[in-house]
């Protein structure tokens, strides 16, 4: 028996190398646990028919490798026979992906997104394609055209969004890592919700070929792990070493380099002093729950103890970032969503003429949401309305983003909530878009200034009274291409707590 609820990268891959078991024996365990609980979580969508052969492939490799006298693990190989989930907005040659979406259910992936192709040299296993809200849209994957994915914790409750499958299948054991992809949160929140670690790149630092875009300003693909530094090992596993040529939005490597250094700390350093800062303002706004509020201070005192220095920080800008994200996001949204016509991509149902076609195809294979933030976001870009809404928003993005400049003088880390409750229950917020919309109120911020963000789990809370435990998160924000300064001072946090 492969003791899955306690693998790392690390344990994982020295096992293999032991040959304690092989990769085979390693995906069959999981695919014995997803048959276990994914009927009740419905975490996958899809488990790839060939996911044992991935494995054996691995396997194979493993047993050259050792023959040839090159047993080590390089970075070519650096997660041979790691088992991953994938998103379903994220392209797997030659396998399905709908990104949770009626429209686009026949869909077969013709190339593999940048991200897929770097893990396979990698050498990792993808073991199958999980639930999220359609195309991204949510924070709960109740717009999933396939049902919502239940929270492992308690089935009554969310898992998150969008990436909702892809926590979920974390926390149930049911692959070592997933990959997500995040607009506004939809990693952090999602794995805030089910205790695992979501980490959001800088954007531009993972390419985004082949990810179905939602907001191509904002949209980033990270991973989904147990531990910190599981995270860390697949960051260095996707993160472009030079620009991508598929997309032009990526950093150069001079890029990287500029940006790091223009944060002029080693966090490494011992012992490590890093300044965190934390906004108290943020702890005013309307909606943060008495267990988060706790669960903020108890962190708080953790990285005291880590000598870490605490300081207040003014964020003036940063109660503005929610409603600048559901204007900027529609509007990119509306654009990115003209490409599914029914002609293009995707299923078509056929109407008298080309008019009705379109309006038949997206009336009838696109979901409520996604069909509300279209409309949203043709208001926004309309020309009545530009100047009042999608102008102004970017003007606030930019003093949003002067915030930051600024606060990152003074600290080396910005410390919040990933969420201002854990999970909720199944159709709470369904009749209310706006409590809906405020679960993404410290998350959208990091995506409209670009930096890197990553949620940890920081403790349960035990809600009305219930035995049932759900799992909080903080999230830590750093400039920009400085995941290594969350790395560290997140594997410090993973330590403290035990
Ligand atoms: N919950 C947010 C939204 O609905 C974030 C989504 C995301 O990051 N993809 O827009």
Known sequence: MIDLKNLTIKKTLESLQKGEYTSVELVSAYLEQIKKVNADVNAYLEVYEDALVQAKVA????????TSGNAGLDSVNSLLGIPFAIKDNILFAGHRASASSKILEQYVAPYDATVIAMLKEAGAVFIGRVNMDEFAMGGSTENSAYG???????????????????????????????LGSDTGGSIRQPASYCGVVG??????????????????????????TKTVEDAELVFNAIACVDADRYDSTTLTKKEVEEMTASHNINPEKKPTKLRVGIVPEL??????????????DAS???????????????????????????????AEVSSNMARFDGVKYGSKVEGADLLQDYLNTRGELLGKEVR??????????????????????????????????????????????????????????TSDPVAMYLEDIFTVTANLVGVPAISIPSGFAEVDGESAKLPLGIQLMAPHCREDILFVAGKKFEELRG
Do not use: C, Q, W
């Open 59 to 66: 396997d194979e490799k493993r047993a050259t490798r050792a």
């Open 148 to 178: 919502v994915t239940k929270n492992p914790h308690d089935l009554e409750r969310v898992s998150g969004g969008s990436s909702g499958g892809s926590a979920a299948t974390v926390a149930m054991d049911g692959a070592l890592i997933s």
């Open 199 to 224: 980490l959001k790149p800088t954007y531009g630092r993972v390419s985004r070929h082949g990810l179905m875009a939602m907001g191509s300003s904002l949209d980033v693909i990270g991973p989904i």
């Open 283 to 296: 702890m005013n706004l309307g909606g943060l729950s008495n267990e988060v509020k706790e669960n903020l």
């Open 300 to 330: 708080i005192e953790l990285f005291k103890k880590a000598g870490y220095e605490i300081k207040e920080i003014a964020m003036p800008n940063m109660k503005y970032s929610l409603a600048v994200y559901y204007i900027l996001m529609p």
């Open 372 to 429: 509300k933030r279209i409309m949203l976001g043709t208001y926004v870009l309309s020309s009545g309305y530009h100047d009042a809404y999608y102008n102004k928003a970017n003007i606030a993005k930019d003093l949003i983003a002067s915030d930051f400049k600024k606060a990152f003088e003074e600290v080396d880390v910005i410390l919040t909530p990933t969420a201002p409750t854990p999970a909720f229950k199944i159709g709470a917020h």
